[in-house]
């Protein structure tokens, strides 16, 4: 099982979690208080192309507004 988790912060930053370890942080946008973000998080196999089930490895990658913020193979 994967422990996967996103800390969003106020000002804009991002730091992902893997198995509760802090793994490189990822800078979104800083849009201030009380403004709505679209945030998604995508799950794949390791080349984008596919579900994230089987024997071609998983990845997530995380979106801000549209945005790559960063990739995590799982």
Do not use: C, W
């Amino acid at each position: 099982m994967t422990a996967l988790a996103f800390h969003l912060r106020r000002n804009g930053t991002t730091t992902i979690y893997d198995h509760g370890v802090a793994t490189a942080g990822a800078s979104g946008t800083n849009f201030g208080e009380n403004v709505l973000v679209d945030y998604k998080v995508v799950l794949s196999n390791t080349a984008g192309t596919g579900p994230p089930f089987g024997s071609n490895g998983s990845k997530v990658s995380y979106y801000q507004s549209g945005t790559l913020l960063g990739t995590k193979n799982l």
